[in-house]
T-cell receptor, first 113, second 115 residues
Framework: KAGVTQTPRYLIKTRGQQVTLSCSPI?????VSWYQQTPGQGLQFLFE???????NKGNFPGRFSGRQFSNSRSEMNVSTLELGDSALYLC????????????FGPGTRLLVL | AQKVTQAQTEISVVEKEDVTLDCVYE???????LFWYKQPPSGELVFLIR??????QNEISGRYSWNFQKSTSSFNFTITASQVVDSAVYFC????????????FGAGTQVVVTP
């Protein structure tokens, strides 16, 4: 099976812009979770989607949003970018039941100038 | 409060030495799941092991083994006979019962294996 894929792999944006990141889960996986990784805060949970519904959300401002499509692919959007949004954004997919192993994609490195 | 504590920031070993990574977690749930992931320089998190809170059996899988002790809320991970390819950051994580899809990670331990 193909693994989790994320596009684009690298992005450079300027403050105030918005960005959309995409994640394609492993075939058959219905859950997609998103994480932000920074040197200062480490790995932090953004949100999780299952069957097009957001089931869980982390402590991030409303500028961070996401959605999931009927084919389980997911997108996350960050509006009005700030310098502090520079990070590695990782998505992970799983079958979606409690405690299932999450398999991660290669990540999108976002640099905000 | 930090749910997962990895007190070791960096561990340096010479190839073929064993490496033990410490992980202490905090939860009020009786049902939870613990994980170890590895992050090589490429950045992708690679799944290593998973245990649920009802299974304290410790196992060995190849060069990896783990020691899960609920009494001390610890989930330690050992790499036996380390290799240069084991150099990476290792993360311990917990998923609590009602926290759908939310892994809470420790700060990670950098493992450096030199030839």
């Amino acid at each position: 099976k193909a693994g989790v894929t994320q596009t684009p792999r690298y992005l450079i944006k300027t403050r105030g812009q918005q960005v959309t990141l995409s994640c394609s889960p492993i075939s058959g996986h219905r859950s997609v979770s998103w994480y932000q990784q920074t040197p200062g805060q480490g790995l932090q949970f953004l949100f999780e989607y299952f069957s097009e519904t957001q089931r869980n959300k982390g402590n991030f401002p409303g500028r961070f949003s996401g959605r999931q499509f009927s084919n389980s692919r997911s997108e996350m959007n960050v509006s009005t970018l700030e310098l502090g949004d520079s990070a590695l954004y990782l998505c992970a997919s799983s079958l979606g039941t409690r405690g299932e192993t999450q398999y991660f994609g290669p990540g999108t490195r976002l640099l905000v100038l | 409060a930090q749910k997962v504590t990895q007190a070791q920031t960096e561990i340096s070993v010479v190839e073929k030495e064993d490496v033990t990574l410490d992980c202490v977690y905090e939860t009020r749930d009786t049902t939870y799941y613990l994980f170890w992931y590895k992050q090589p320089p490429s950045g992708e998190l690679v799944f290593l092991i998973r245990r649920n809170s009802f299974d304290e059996q410790n196992e060995i899988s190849g060069r990896y083994s783990w020691n899960f002790q609920k009494s001390t809320s610890s989930f330690n991970f050992t790499i036996t006979a380390s290799q240069v390819v084991d150099s990476a950051v290792y993360f311990c994580a917990i998923e609590e019962a009602d926290s759908w899809g939310k892994l809470q990670f420790g700060a990670g331990t950098q493992v450096v294996v030199t030839p």
